[in-house]
């Protein structure tokens, strides 16, 4: 981070860098602030929600989270976490390579990432469900374009956990600006409203059905 990063990100608050958001939030609510650097505004994303919601900050940045937790880590229902696992988890990145070189293994083994993408889809699809929040894209656009980058990252990086941290690092500084909502009110709406009847006709698709069969008696 360049210097004097920290000093600018303490300044930030929840009222002024993200109005809409503040609006959106109640009591209770449990949010994930991914890209959170020294925790400023997710201090006050936890104020929001209350004692009964529950907050987690990450970032790739073990300084920022250091700082994040010095300084907001007491407050009841909020935690700061190190987004390190996919550079220094030894299962996971074992997991990744292993899902990549399939086609060499005779032994059948599960789809890449299985479960990745509906589970980044499950968490941004709320957003996607709140037209004055809203996402440029929808939710599962989204989430498979995050686990498309998350595997680049492997092939890009050199050895070593500094220069994958790096390369997940330059990874969400260019994907959460492109999440960000479309400054055009009705396009939000109408993606909103797109999304609950995508997720209507879903749950119809797969709700169970009666069959009834007439017999002719006579």
């Not at 930030?12 to 009591?27: E, F, G, N, V, Y």
């Not at 074992?94 to 990745?116: H, M, N, V, Y």
């Not at 709140?130 to 374009?145: I, Q, T």
Request: hydrophobic share 45%.
């Amino acid at each position: 981070m360049p210097e004097g990063t920290s000093a600018i990100l303490d300044t930030r608050s929840l009222a002024t860098a993200h109005r809409r958001l503040a609006a959106l939030l109640r009591p209770g609510l449990a949010v994930l602030d991914v890209g959170c650097g020294t925790g400023a505004i997710t201090r006050g994303i936890a104020e929001a929600v209350g004692h009964e919601g529950r907050v987690v900050g990450v970032d790739v940045n073990a300084a920022m989270i250091d700082k994040a937790r010095a300084a907001h880590g007491a407050l009841a229902g909020l935690s700061f976490e190190v987004a390190d696992r996919y550079s220094t988890d030894v299962i996971v990145r074992a997991g990744i390579r292993l899902s990549l070189e399939r086609d060499t293994i005779k032994t059948p083994i599960d789809a890449p990432f299985q479960g990745w993408v509906s589970e980044i889809e499950r968490l941004l699809s709320p957003a996607g469900e709140w037209e004055l929040m809203g996402l440029s894209a929808p939710a599962d656009v989204a989430a498979r374009v995050i686990v498309t980058c998350l595997i680049g990252t492997q092939y890009l990086s050199k050895d070593g956990d500094a220069d994958m941290t790096k390369r997940l690092g330059e990874v969400w500084t260019v994907i959460l600006p492109g999440l960000r909502p479309t400054p055009d009110l009705a396009a939000r709406i109408a993606t909103g409203q797109a999304l609950r009847e995508r997720a209507r006709a879903a749950a119809a698709a797969t709700a169970p059905t009666t069959m009834y069969r007439t017999i002719d008696m006579t």
